[in-house]
Every structure is written in structure tokens, then in C-alpha cells.
T-cell receptor, first 111, second 113 residues
Framework: KQEVTQIPAALSVPEGENLVLNCSFT??????LQWFRQDPGKGLTSLLL?????REQTSGRLNASLDKSSGRSTLYIAASQPGDSATYLC??????????FGGGTRLMVKP | SAVISQKPSRDICQRGTSLTIQCQVD?????MFWYRQQPGQSLTLIAT?????????ESGFVIDKFPISRPNLTFSTLTVSNMSPEDSSIYLC??????????FGSGTQLSVL
């Protein structure tokens, strides 16, 4: 059974800092991995999707990387802003279309 | 992308009552997914709703407690029946788009007293 872990569970940084969020998974036979953002009490917003054959995806200040062999993905946020404050979740989809979510990293960017 | 309208956004309900949550998608989709997010937890899949057939429920979730309707390819409802405080959660519907991204509705924050 796939298990997805996100460390740290919470992170507080000053505005302007570059930061890295981590996502690890136990079964490397994945189909794709997706990063989401969730604001308090709200739904999830898709940020980046990485297919199993890809190494990274970029969107604006966000860059997500994938290393299947080591069971890891990172989400890099450049020049963080207070508006980036949210919970970030990764989700791994396996070949059987089962989607497993990590527990999320709660990010606070202080002005 | 997909735009999903989910209602209500939040509700406070009494123990023993039922609440029906609606999701409307701006395009036709084969499958719609219903998730639960308990306080401080990640997402757990409740069921997959297919148009024209019964929903497929995940382990730990049953139709009597979470009946689902899927009358057409753009709409679905989830009912939380005979509620107890343990049902207090955020409930989310979601769909996949053609590029395999998963899109979510805005969520329904349910509190049961």
C-alpha cells in the first residue's frame, strides 16, 4: 500500500526566502504526482502535475521535481510572499488509478 | 481546466439530520470523486460516482450513510445521513481533466453539533 509523507508538517519563513517542501512515497511504481495548494476551509487548487517519465515541472515561481527511484518529490517556491501562505499537499497516483495524498505542509510566510 | 461549483460552502447541522452537498461541473465528465477531510487530516476518498450506475464506495464508507446521486455527466450530490459530531469535516468533490490534472470544488465545511 502506497504511503505518502510530507515533511515538515509546518514551516514559517520570512518573506522573500526561497523554500523547499518535501514529499516522499514508499512505492516508486507511480503514474504521476501532483502538488496542490489549500487555503483554510477551502478546496484544493492544482499547482503542478509531473508524469512518471518527467523530472520536473515549472510554473512561475514554483518548480516541482520528481525522483522516482528514491521515492521523492520537492516543491521549490522562489521569493516567497505572504500570499503563498497555505497548506501544500502532494498526491501520488499509481498505475491502478489509486490516488494517495500526503498529510500536507502548512506554510506561513511572514511579511 | 474544469470549474466546479460546490454548494453549500459551509453548514452547521444538528445531530441526526442529513445534509446534501451538490457539485456542478462546467463540462461533461465520466467520473466524479467525493473526498472527506477530517480536521487536521489529509484527504480520504469516499466514493467514485459514475453516471448511470451505482457509486463505488471505498472501504469504511457505505451507501446508507453517504448516498450519492449522479443524474447526468455534469452534476452529482453527496448526502451525509444521520449525522453525528464525528462527521464534522470538509467534503470535497473533484474531477479529472483531459490532461489528467485533478480539480476540486471549493469544499463544504460541515460542523455537526
Amino acid at each position: 500500500k502506497q504511503e505518502v509523507t510530507q515533511i515538515p508538517a509546518a514551516l514559517s519563513v520570512p518573506e522573500g526566502e526561497n523554500l523547499v517542501l518535501n514529499c516522499s512515497f514508499t512505492d516508486s511504481a507511480i503514474y504521476n504526482l501532483q502538488w496542490f495548494r489549500q487555503d483554510p476551509g477551502k478546496g484544493l487548487t492544482s499547482l503542478l502535475l509531473i508524469q512518471s517519465s518527467q523530472r520536473e515541472q515549472t510554473s512561475g515561481r514554483l518548480n516541482a521535481s520528481l525522483d522516482k527511484s528514491s521515492g521523492r518529490s520537492t516543491l521549490y517556491i522562489a521569493a516567497s510572499q505572504p500570499g503563498d501562505s497555505a497548506t501544500y499537499l502532494c498526491a501520488v497516483k499509481d498505475a491502478g488509478n489509486m490516488l494517495t495524498f500526503g498529510g500536507g505542509t502548512r506554510l506561513m510566510v511572514k511579511p | 481546466s474544469a470549474v466546479i461549483s460546490q454548494k453549500p460552502s459551509r453548514d452547521i447541522c444538528q445531530r441526526g439530520t442529513s445534509l446534501t452537498i451538490q457539485c456542478q461541473v462546467d463540462s461533461q465528465v465520466t467520473m466524479m470523486f467525493w473526498y472527506r477531510q477530517q480536521p487536521g487530516q489529509s484527504l480520504t476518498l469516499i466514493a467514485t460516482a459514475n453516471q448511470g450506475s451505482e457509486a463505488t464506495y471505498e472501504s469504511g464508507f457505505v451507501i446508507d450513510k453517504f448516498p450519492i446521486s449522479r443524474p447526468n455527466l455534469t452534476f452529482s450530490t453527496l448526502t451525509v445521513s444521520n449525522m453525528s459530531p464525528e462527521d464534522s469535516s470538509i467534503y470535497l468533490c473533484s474531477v479529472y481533466t483531459g490532461n489528467e490534472k485533478l480539480f476540486f470544488g471549493s469544499g463544504t465545511q460541515l460542523s455537526v453539533l
